[in-house]
């Protein structure tokens, strides 16, 4: 039984309309990332969970990520409520009020098609799909997926945080972003409380191949780190030398503007992998029957 309470779960105050600011709004209204694809990924994962702990974990989560999906919702409606009214009741000269709707980023798609509410498509139009739910049934494997989707889901609350002038708006987004933060940590809590949660599902890895690193792509940029070095590892060179078909060294290439290479250089350092270090990993700490070879938890 669900029941509804009118306050929203986090207090929204919109400068002013923007229609286009409204567009962008919508990938985590009805995106792949957003929080409808959230609250149906965890409902029905909790449905079906056999575990009454957890259960209930995934259901107090989606329930939320609908209290998400209101504040999103609201967020748009507020953002297009002038360029509604005005589109009802045809209150401007039709130059005016075209230029109000066609602000670009699909603000006259929201506009003309949904009146100015707001609609189950992502910021480029494309329709809310139940494709976006991945849910396969084994807690191990979901509970990672929902990991990630958490991750994937903060990382576009932080982009619109970016991008959004309003300061009222991208106070609750900030809100929504930390929220993810929060049902991640309850996901890793959840998954690491399954013993012997790696690798998922039941039937152990074989051991010819658990512990072998393909080099696949070989050439400039080889690499080694944790990943493919170590006791742990067995290090297999499996394709020759090849050069490129058209001539040329075969690394691609793009001129930068100065500032945008600082930028990069700057998400490439916050994003580097270090090759010094062995890092003790969930799949260690969750390791079971046919994991294979693993760094040992100290």
Do not use: C
Request: overall charge negative; glycine content about 10%.
């Amino acid at each position: 039984m669900f029941m509804h309470n009118k306050n929203l779960m986090y207090t929204v105050r919109v400068a002013e309309p923007d229609p286009k600011l409204a567009s962008l709004m919508l990938e985590q209204f009805g995106g792949p990332q957003g929080e409808l694809a959230a609250a149906l990924r965890y409902f029905t994962q909790g449905l079906a969970d056999e575990d009454p702990a957890r259960k209930d974990m995934l259901i107090d989560i989606a329930t939320e990520e609908l209290s998400h999906l209101e504040i999103i919702g609201s967020i748009v409606a507020m953002l297009t409520k002038g360029v509604k009214g005005k589109l009802a009741e045809g209150a401007e000269e039709v130059t005016d009020l075209y230029a109000d709707i066609a602000k670009g980023n699909g603000s006259h798609t929201l506009a003309l098609l949904y009146g100015g509410g707001p609609a189950l498509t992502n910021s480029a139009g494309q329709l809310w799909t139940g494709g976006y739910i991945d849910s396969i049934g084994e807690p191990t494997a979901d509970l990672r997926s929902n990991i990630a989707a958490e991750s994937r889901a903060k990382i576009i609350y932080e982009r619109l945080i970016n991008i959004t002038p309003d300061p009222g708006v991208k106070d609750a987004l900030t809100f929504l972003m930390t929220r993810e933060v929060a049902h991640q940590k309850m996901f890793e809590k959840a998954l690491y409380s399954i013993e012997n949660n790696f690798p998922p599902g039941k039937l152990p890895g074989n051991p010819e191949y658990t512990d072998k690193y393909y080099n696949m792509s070989q050439g400039d940029g080889d690499a080694r780190g944790p990943w493919n070095q170590g006791e742990q590892w067995e290090f297999v060179n499996i394709r020759p030398d090849q050069a490129p078909v058209s001539g040329g060294d075969g690394n691609p290439s793009v001129r930068l503007a100065a500032e945008e290479m600082k930028a990069v250089n700057e998400a490439a350092k916050r994003t580097m992998s270090r090759t010094d270090v062995n890092p003790v990993t969930g799949a260690d700490l969750g390791a079971g029957p046919g994991s294979g070879k693993m760094t040992p938890v100290k």
